[in-house]
C-alpha cells in the first residue's frame, strides 16, 4: 500500500504588529484553498503563525504581552482555519503561543499543535530549545526575547502514529539541534513538521547576513532528515515584519537530505512535494540502522553534561 | 596571541593490495616534504593510511588478516615517517589496523593516532561507529566487512589539549553520526582531525553514486562543525583501490561550517588551510552556548536506547 503523502508547506509573508487574529486567519485559508486545489492531505504552517514574530520586542505590561497568546485552541479567531481544513478534509499543523493555567500556575510556551482532517488536535509540542535572552540586551541590534517570554517545553519531542506514518514536530531553533531530529529518530520518525521565524541578519555580527543564515537553515534540516532518514518539512514566516527581515527559504526534505521543493518568495506560498514514507526505510535500515550501529556506551557525556567541561 | 593552526590535509590516493607498508609511508614521508614546503604546522593522514582498504576482503586465514594489522606503533616500516616528521618539526594523525594484547585478550581495532611535533604519540582513538556487516553478505555488490575485522573501540571520544586548542579525532563512518560531533564539542573541541575511506558507490543500491555519497560527506562534517563550532579536518583515502573505487573530497571545514579548502584529485594531494581556533568562539558563546541552550531533560532516549521503539 502507497505511503506517499502530498504535503503542502504553507510560507507565510510577513504579519505587522498591526495585524489582527482576523488577518493572519484569513490568509492561512487562502494557503488552505491552495493546497485542496494541489490534492495536497497535509499542510503545515510556521511557527507563531498568528501573529508578528513578538518576541523582538521588548515588552512588560503583561496585557501587552498576553495579547500574543492564545488562552485555548481552537478559539473565536481560529475556528474557521479548523473549519475549512475540514471541509477539505485536510490535516494541517500551526504554531501560537500558548497561555495556560497547569499546575497551579501560569504557564507560557511556544507551542505547535498536529491537527488530524476531521479538526481533532492530535499532537501537542511545545519548544525545547528557546533561542536568544531573558533580559534586555543593548549591544544587539535588535532583540531576541524568547527566554523572557516562554518557558522551556514540557512535552519533549514526541512522534505519533500518523496518516499511516510516524510524524513529529520541532519549532524553529529546535531545528539546529541533533538531539531534536535522534529522539524523534530513535521514536521511527518519518515525516518531521518544523515551522521557524528566523531574523535574516544575526542581531550579534552584522556580516552573518542572510546567504550564511539560510545556509545554516538548509545544513541543519538536511542533516537532520539524513542522520535519521526521515523526510522534514521545514516552513517560515517570511519577510520584513515592521521594519525586520525574516529569512524565506521554506523547504521539503528528502530522507536522503536533498531538498525537493523551496519556496521562491518571502510571501505566502505554498510548496507541494509528494512524500513517500516508504523513502525512508533504506535508510533506516542500512547505514543509519540504530540498533545495529548505535554505541550508546560511549554517548554519555550528551544527557549528563549540560555545559562544555574542557579536557585538564 | 593568534591561535592560527596552518593545516595540512594528506589526502592519498590508492593503495593497492600488493603495495607494501613502505610504498605507503614514502608517499606519506613525500606528503610531509609539501606540508613543511608549505609551512604547515599539523598534517592529517587518512583511515587505513597504510593498507589498502582491506575489508572490502572476504578473508578467514588469521595469517592473511594479521597481515593488515599492526603490533606496535611506531615499527620499522612507520620509524621514518615518525623521523622526518620530526626533523620538519610537525605534528601529525594517520589511521591503521591495531592489533593488540589487552586484558588477557588479542584485539583488533580501527585506530587512529595524534602525534606531537617531537614524535610523541600523544592521543590514541579506536573507531566507534563500525558501519556494514560482519559476515560475506551475497547481496551486496562487494564487502564492507569492519564488523568482521574490528572490534568496536573502546576509547569513546576523546580530546586533547594540543597546539594551543582542543583536539579530538574520529574515523570514516564516525562522521555521519552527530553523536561523534556532540561528545567532543561537550568537550569544547576545537578542531576534529578525521580520515575516511569511502565507496563511491553504495554497494546495497548501486543507483547511490558519487555526487549524491559526496554530498552525504559533505553534510555530514559540515553539520558536525556548525553545530559545535569546531573545525573539521576530514581527510580521504581516495581513487581505485584493486578494481574499487573511493571517494576523494577530502575538506577542510570552517566553524561556520563552510569549507575552506578540497581536494579536486583522487591522489596523493596536499590541501592547506591556516585554522584559526579563535573562529570557533562566536559560536560556542552565542547560538550554540550549551550551557544556555541545551535541555538534556529531553534526551534522555539517545543514551537509553539503542535502537528505534516506535510509538504505539
Known amino acids: ?96 503561543g500558548e497561555r495556560v493555567e497547569e499546575d497551579g500556575g501560569q504557564h507560557r510556551y511556544n507551542t505547535s499543535i498536529l491537527v488530524d482532517e476531521t479538526g481533532h488536535i492530535v499532537g501537542k509540542y511545545r519548544k525545547t530549545h528557546l533561542p536568544g535572552h531573558a533580559a534586555f540586551d543593548p549591544e544587539r541590534s535588535f532583540q531576541h526575547l524568547e527566554k523572557k517570554y516562554f518557558e522551556v517545553g514540557n512535552t519533549g519531542f514526541r512522534a505519533w502514529r500518523f496518516m499511516g506514518g510516524i510524524v513529529g514536530m520541532c519549532i524553529c531553533n529546535d531545528r539546529r539541534w541533533p538531539e531534536t531530529y535522534r529522539v524523534l529518530g530513535l521514536q521511527g520518525v518519518e515525516m518531521v513538521l518544523l515551522g521557524f ?48 527581515e525574516l529569512l524565506g527559504g521554506s523547504t521539503v526534505v528528502h530522507p536522503s537530505g536533498r531538498i525537493v521543493a523551496r519556496a521562491q518568495t518571502v510571501d505566502d506560498e505554498l510548496i507541494v512535494a509528494d512524500c513517500d514514507l516508504d523513502a525512508c526505510n533504506f535508510y533506516k535500515e ?27
Not at 218 to 231: E, H, K, P, R
Not at 290 to 303: D, K, V
Open 1 to 96: 500500500m502507497s505511503r506517499v503523502i502530498r504535503v503542502g508547506g504553507a510560507q507565510m509573508g510577513p504579519l505587522q504588529k498591526s495585524d489582527s487574529r482576523q488577518v493572519a486567519v484569513e490568509r492561512m485559508i487562502a494557503l488552505l484553498d491552495r493546497a485542496r486545489e494541489r490534492d495536497c492531505r497535509l499542510v503545515v504552517f510556521p511557527e507563531l503563525a498568528l501573529t508578528t514574530f513578538f518576541p523582538r520586542w521588548d515588552m512588560d505590561d503583561p496585557r501587552e504581552i498576553d495579547a500574543y497568546f492564545e488562552t485555548e485552541m481552537p478559539n473565536a479567531a481560529t475556528r474557521p482555519l479548523f473549519d475549512r481544513a475540514k471541509e477539505h478534509g485536510l490535516a494541517f499543523s500551526f504554531g501560537y
Open 197 to 244: 521565524n528566523t531574523p535574516s541578519v544575526n542581531s550579534q555580527r552584522a556580516s552573518e547576513a542572510e546567504d550564511l543564515r539560510t545556509f545554516h537553515n538548509d545544513l541543519s534540516v538536511q542533516a537532520g532528515a539524513y542522520q535519521n532518514g526521515t523526510w522534514v518539512v521545514s516552513i517560515a514566516k517570511a519577510g520584513v515584519e515592521d521594519g525586520h
Open 286 to 312: 542500512t547505514i543509519f540502522d540504530f540498533a545495529r550501529h548505535r554505541r550508546i556506551e560511549h554517548y554519555g557525556l550528551i544527557t549528563q553534561q549540560t555545559g562544555v567541561v574542557r579536557p585538564d
